[in-house]
């Protein structure tokens, strides 16, 4: 068998077996990339909210916890406290509640998880063990196969001698401009 078929025959194997994986990882590096413009993980969840408590000194656990699962059921209530100003702090799980005594309204703030995205920059990071490491390892030399043979796949002027010569040196000095100005 010549090696140019042998190339696409594992280009084209390799290729379909890896397409899941190059997707989770392409999306994934998107939410990654524009991490200081939000958070890739989580969505911050603002609820502003009204309440009929009057104000005190102190108030009961069990008071506090109903006005909160009244505002959103399946937060997790931790503890609370009333500050100088007479205004009541919160502490849930994931976030905080602040309740202002006098105005009758209040504000919750939360991290939800991003449902899908969340598990797939997980994978991205390669932190679900050394198990997901190396099967990541695995992806990245597969797709290193797949690379470096789609340049010796097709002969002719589309070929790397000629055509794809060109479009190789252009993807390699993208990156190269790129350290050259910034780092």
Known sequence: ????????ILHRDFGYFI???????????IYLNHRHDFNPDYKIIITDFKHDL???????????????EKVQPDVVYKKHYVDN????????ANGEVIIYSGSGEGR?????????????NKLHRATLGTAWKWVSD?????????????LFIL???????????????AGLVVPLIFVILYL
């Open 1 to 8: 068998m010549k090696i140019r078929k042998l190339l696409r």
């Open 19 to 29: 397409v899941a994986m190059t997707i989770v990882y392409a999306v994934s590096g």
């Open 54 to 68: 009057q104000p005190q000194e102190s108030y009961p656990d069990d008071e506090i916890q109903k006005i909160v």
């Open 85 to 92: 100003d007479g205004d009541i702090k919160v502490f849930i």
């Open 108 to 120: 919750m703030r939360y991290l939800q998880r991003r449902p899908l995205i969340f598990g797939m």
């Open 138 to 150: 695995t992806m990245a030399v597969i797709l290193l196969f797949v690379a470096v043979s789609g």
């Open 155 to 169: 002969k002719g002027k589309r070929g790397l001698q000629r055509w794809g010569w060109w479009l190789t040196v």
